[in-house]
Structure formats: structure tokens, C-alpha cells
């Protein structure tokens, strides 16, 4: 398969990125004012004891052999210790990134499902009341921002109608999944909007493509036509689009893990970035962004499989 | 003539925008015999697609309706049908064959799952009868491995290829009549040649009756037993083929016969007198204006990390000289590199290897003070009028540009020259005002050409400028160009696939096979006694407007 042969070339080139991520990343930590030590013993601290933090973390190291102590470890699969959490990055990440994992996932389906067969519909029925109401529903979808959307389905689904969980996150799959609902819900509903529009859009443009008519000339049903001609041809631009939103929704998920308690990467991010936590907001930093750069791998790999022509 | 297989009466159809209703094909009838080729003819917009789409109420949009007329076939109105039934008749029964195989086939969807849709849905085979008569039937329409080429993606195959597979999708419903609407429009001489002959094929073998739409009566004297010419909605003359070629009695059908460039007959070629075309060649000064030297223009394949490096050569060793007054035709198939030729001429591509001389300035070695010249000097007409216009610039705001740009003209001696180059181009001055959009293929192709001329230009290279018209449009830009260069002191370079207007138009052609030239000389003598196989190949796959004369071209020749 010579069309699927970047799949083996292109790790090569995110050994670079990873490496140009991780120098600005620890760059952009170190620029941010305050000190970690002072940080973490408080106001009233000695400065020996200041120091002695500070010899024991390396912070007084120079800059550029700061970085290569963390290149080594990084090497190691170690990420360094945290300054708070006293264990090391990596591992406090591991036990972080299954609720924002799954967050991102259930959006992310949960979009899709909401939004193909909505596009669907609406572009079946162009210039129609139905395609008229989706259209103006999805207006509202972009418009509202995430956390109201998030504090109004909760009022709604978890206060009123106590159908799932207000916030926090469960043990159980069962359980886990109806915690994730509302949160993922509320990304869904915007996230949505977005595919529905450039959906729907492509979706017009191949119902009246001479594909289709040539379909019909030869007798096929519409829903023939409509599904195995036009919904094919119409998924490729979504493609690129869904992943540059999951790109944004990976480092997004902070606002909706606050709001929903979710013991996910946005929260450990934000109280990291409170208390100067530099080994872990360097490490959340690149794992976000090898997600991001792991994202649009994936949907490369997607758009050769929808569309043949396109070489990589 | 036996009982028809489908008939049309008095069909008329309307469209209804803001302002009320227009009528599009106004009381059309027409009889289609069992097993007869009926030949549709008439320009654009005369509403030859837009009949043959009524017939299975395919209109293509909803403000289109047909008001009167009935389709019977089968002893049934097929207006008359509801959409069940008139979905079984499409495809079934009148299947149909478009001119852009390239857009009407699924472009992510394997060829042969798309006959075997039509197979599975129409005559519900289960999937593995299907697919063995998917590649039967890609067998029949020409497919050379069709079990290998089942899997392959449309984009995949050339023009011709990708009709042959239309083809193949429309016989996957087994029709009893084919409407194919120009299927040979976007294909080579060469390859319409092989297309039309397996329609034929296809006639004889299945018993198929053929509505073939074209714009060219070549095509029709070639296939057709019957011709049916339209105008403006109406069928203005029906009748056998043969009586019409030879006794046209309506007006426009007289004119579409007198504006196809066919070649001359053999009577005609003794007036052209060898002595009198070689002394009709322009002495000129010694040098050349154009000297192209074995010119190389290759582009890069694959250029993976570790891919090995391979090169296509668009154009591979041509050496050319144009003299000064010259009219040359340049002539190929698809593919064989006249338009990379014409661009790489003119500086508008990189050149690989050799030179490119222009009044004696080199390309290579003075690359900016060449190229000011050039555009100074030179200009190119293209093969797409619309798209190479600026559709948000006014005609007139376009000449102007190009006038203020070269300097050559006073501002304020501007407007005046817009008028000028429009009369020049025998369009009237008030269309300075108007956009691209506003005009037709014909009158957007004079602009372009007129935006040549405001160039002032020594040399004009037109790159297949009248290949997207009609064929009166066709003569008449022609006869513009004979004008042109009659009159004005101009160098023409005029690239076509169309053989017979270079025939018309050029005093010497050059004929380009894969990128090099195979054969050059003076027009007549080429084209009378072409020295190569290939250049006897090309000419003999011209439709000629003669029934009699056949499309001779052997198959071997062809594929190669």
C-alpha cells in the first residue's frame, strides 16, 4: 500500500517537533515571574531553606543545563519531580490523563452523532422549514459559550431533573461515563455546530454535483444516492476541521473540568501554573502538544482513507 | 423506419424566475427507431441536454418544469410516471453518458463498484455475480485488466479510460437506449475516434439505440443514421442523415455545415498548389523572432525523504524556430506537451535544460532583460475564456490595466484605445463596461484576445483558445485571427488538438507526440502526406463531415 507509506515516514518528523516543543515550552515556564521554591514554604520561609529547595530541584543550576537535565530525563521516560506533588510528572500524568482522555472521546463521538444526521437532514431538505430550524438551532450552539451551556445543563439535568451526576468523576465504567456525560455534552454542542455547518455545506455541494445526477440518471434511490455518494464524497473537509477543533478542545478542556470537577490534565494544568509547579506544567505542555501533533497524524490518515486521491 | 422505440411529442418546457416564465424547448418531437443512432446537434443552450433530461424527468432544478408533451415509450407516457416508477425506468431503460466522465464518476468510490451498483440494484445480482459481471462488461467497453482495474479509483485513468468506465456504469443497468451527451467533447481526436467506435460496437452487439448529443457535425456524419438539429429550444430540421448533410434546408443547419472546419477533400488539395504555398512563406530576416534550442522541461514525480528522485519530461528535446510573420500551428494529444511548449516559450515555466531565444535575447542568459521584453513584445490568449478573465474587472477596466501597465499608450489617450482594441476584435465599445460574466464564451474569448493585443505584440501564442466554444464561434474566432494576422504585422503560435483549424488557419505546423516533435513542415504538406504514422493516425481519427470517408485509423497505431 505506497498511498499509506507516510504512515511509517512520518514519525520521523515528530522527533523534531517534540524537541522544538519541549526547548519552548521550558523556555516560556522559566520566563513566567516568581520563583517555585518561595512558592512552595510560604512567605515566611529562610532563605536557606530557599535555597536548599532550590539546590535539591536543580533551580540553581544554569538555564541550558537545566535543559539538558531534563532532555537526560526525559530520555529515561522521566519528566522530573514534582515540586507539590513530590512524585514524578510522568507518572502524576498517568493518573490525570484518563478523564480528559475520555472527555475529549465522548465529545468528540458525541458530535458526531449529533451533527451527521442533523447536516444530514438539512441538507436533504435544503431551503426547507427543517433546514431553516437546524441552521438557526446551530446559530445558537456557536454562539453560547461552553460554560454558561455547561452551568445550564447542569441546572437543568443534574439539579432539576437529578439525571446525572452534578460534577466529579466516578469508578466504575457505568459510573465514569454518567459523570462524563454533562461535560461531554457541553463540548458536543458546540463542537457540533461547527461540523453541522461545514457538513451541511459540503453536503449541498455534492447533491447537486454531476456525481448525483449521474446516479439518478441510472435509477438509484435517493437514499443510495445520498449515502454512498454524497455523504462519502462530503466527510473529507470535516476531517481537517474536527481536528484542528480537537487540537483546541485539548488544551480547552481546562474551563469544563473546573466547572464539572473533573479530576482531569486542565485542572492539575491550572493549579500547577498557580503554584509555579514548573516540572509539571512543562510536562502537561508536551504531552498536550504531542496529542495535538498525534491528532492530526490520525486524521491525515483518515483523509487517505476517505478520499483516494490524495497522496501524502 | 420500424415502429419507434421511444417517442416524443410536443414536449415544452419552462423555467420560472422573478420576471415570469421562459420557454426552454419549445413543442419538440422526435422518434427514436430500435437500433438507430439519432444525432442530436445545435449549440449550446439550444436545449439538447435539457430534452434528453426531460425524458426521465431529470431537470435540474425546480424552478424547471415541463408544461405540455408526452414520452412514450413502452406503451407508457414516462411523464406521466410517478418517482417509483420513473426511478426504474432511469438507468433500466434509458441509461445515459455524460461529457465529464472526470466529474460524473464517484471519485472515492472504486470503478467497478460503481457497475456493480447499477448491477446489484437493477437486475439484483448477489455480490459475487455482480462483480463477475462488473469485469465483463469492463471487458466489453475495453478494459485491458479489467479484474485488476475493478479495484482502481477513477482519478486513476485517462479521459478516455474514464469514459469507457461511464460507459460500462451505464450499461450495468442493461438500457435499452443510450443518451450519451457529448461523450467525446473532452477527449482527443484519437480517443473520440475509439469511444464513437465502440458506441457502434455496443449497437451492434446489444442492440442498443443511441441518442448522441454533439456539437459536432463530424461526429454525427461519422455515427448517426439520423440527424435532429436544434436552435434555441426547437427542432428546427429532422430527417436522415445523408439527405441533411447534402440537402440542409433550414437556414442555421446550412451555417453549422459551412462553419466545420473539415479538411479539404482530395479534389480540393490539387488547387493548393505545392509551388505556390512554398512561395507564399514569408523570406523574412535571417533571425527568428522565437529560436528554441533543445528545450527540457521535466517536473519532479516523487520526492519522498527517501524516495528516489524521478522526473516526468513534459517536454523533452525540441528544437524550433519561429520566424518573424509566421502563423504555426502546434498539434498533439493531451499529454504530449504543446502547452508546456507554448508557457515554457513565453517564460512562464522554469526551464530545465536547453535555450529559449527570443529576438535574439536568451531566457538563460539574460533571464530579466528577456523576460521584460517578452512582455513587452509578446502576449498569450487561453484556452479557458472565463476563468482567465478577472471576473470582478470590467472588460475595459482589464485592457486598461494591461495599457497603463506597458506604458506604450498616454493615460489619457486610454479610453480611446479600449474602444480601439474592442472594434479590433469586433466587439462593440459598450462592452467595456461590462464584466466577464455578463458576456458568452465567444464575445469573453474576444476579450482575451483583445487583451492580447493590448500588448501591442510581435508575438501571439494561443494556447487551445477556441477549443471551449461552439463551432460557429469556433470559425468565427478563427476568421478573426485570420484578420489579425492579415492586417497587423503579428506572429501567431496558435496550439490546438483540432487539426482542422490549424489546417484552416496555420501556414506550417508542427506535430508534438510525448513530448518531442515527430513530424513539421508546411501545413498542406503534412497534412496531405504526413511523413509519420503518427501524424496519418491523427488525421485519420478526424470525423470528417463526409459520411463516406470513414474514420480509418487502425487500432494499433493508436495505442501507441
Known sequence: ?312 | MSAPLLSVRDLSVVVRNGEGEQTLLDRVSLDLAPGDILGLVGESGSGKSLLCRSLVQLLPSRAISVTRGEVWMGGRDLLALGDAQIQAVRGAEIGMIFQNPSSHLDPVMRVGDQIVEGLRFHRKLNRAAAQEEAIALMGQVGFTDPARQFAAYPHEFSGGMRQRAMIAVALSCDPKVLIADEPTTALDVTIQAQILRLLMELRERRGLSIILITHDLGVVAQTCDRIAVMRQGRVVEVGDKRDILARPQHRYTKALISSHPSMPTDEANDVVDDKVDAARLPAGPARPLVEIDDLHIRYPLSGGVFGRRRSFSAVAGVSLQIRAGETVGIVGESGSGKSTLARAMLGLIPISDGHVTFDGASLRLQREATLTKMRQQAAMVFQDPFNSLNPRLTIGQTLAEVLRVQGKVAPAAIPKRVDELLRLVELDPDYAGRRPRQLSGGQCQRAGIARALAVDPRLIVADECVAALDVTIQAQIVALFQRLVRTMDLTLVFIAHDLAIVRNLCERVVVMHHGRIVEEGPCAEVFERPREAYTAALIAAIPDIDPDRRLLAPPGLLAS
Open chain 1, 1 to 312: 500500500m505506497h498511498r499509506y507509506s507516510f504512515i511509517l515516514m512520518r514519525p520521523l518528523q515528530f522527533v523534531p517537533v517534540v524537541f522544538g516543543v519541549s526547548l519552548i515550552t521550558f523556555i516560556l515556564v522559566r520566563m513566567i515571574p516568581g520563583d517555585p521554591a518561595r512558592v512552595l514554604l510560604g512567605a515566611r520561609a529562610t532563605p536557606t531553606a530557599i535555597a536548599n529547595i532550590r539546590a535539591q530541584f536543580g533551580l540553581d543550576e544554569p538555564l541550558w543545563l537545566q535543559y539538558l537535565y531534563f532532555l537526560r530525563n526525559l530520555a529515561n521516560g522521566e519528566m522530573g519531580m514534582s515540586i507539590v506533588y513530590r512524585i514524578d510528572v510522568l507518572r502524576l500524568i498517568g493518573t490525570r490523563i484518563e478523564p480528559t482522555f475520555a472527555l475529549i472521546l465522548c465529545s468528540v463521538l458525541l458530535s458526531i452523532l449529533i451533527a451527521v444526521p442533523l447536516a444530514a437532514l438539512a441538507a436533504r431538505n435544503q431551503g426547507r422549514s427543517i433546514d431553516h430550524a437546524i441552521r438557526f438551532a446551530s446559530t445558537f450552539g456557536i454562539g453560547f459559550p461552553p460554560f454558561w451551556l455547561g452551568l445550564m445543563l447542569m441546572m437543568l439535568l443534574a439539579v432539576k431533573y437529578p439525571i446525572f451526576p452534578v460534577s466529579g468523576y466516578g469508578e466504575t465504567l457505568g459510573d465514569k461515563l454518567a459523570h462524563l456525560a454533562l461535560p461531554s455534552l457541553t463540548i458536543a454542542l458546540s463542537l457540533s455546530t461547527v461540523l453541522l455547518r461545514s457538513l451541511r455545506a459540503a453536503m449541498v455541494d455534492w447533491l447537486k454535483s454531476d456525481v448525483t445526477t449521474a446516479a439518478r440518471a441510472r435509477g438509484m434511490p435517493e437514499s443510495i444516492v445520498f449515502w454512498r455518494h454524497v455523504l462519502p464524497n462530503s466527510i473529507a473537509p470535516s476531517i481537517n476541521l474536527l481536528a484542528v477543533n480537537i487540537g483546541w478542545l485539548i488544551g480547552g478542556t481546562v474551563v469544563i473540568e473546573s466547572i464539572f470537577a473533573l479530576p482531569g490534565m486542565g485542572q492539575l494544568l491550572v493549579r500547577a501554573i498557580f503554584s509555579r509547579d514548573y516540572m509539571v506544567v512543562q510536562g502537561v505542555a508536551m504531552v498536550f502538544a504531542c496529542a495535538t501533533v498525534l491528532v492530526n497524524f490520525l486524521a491525515d490518515i483518515a483523509t487517505v482513507a476517505v478520499d483516494p486521491r490524495v497522496k501524502l
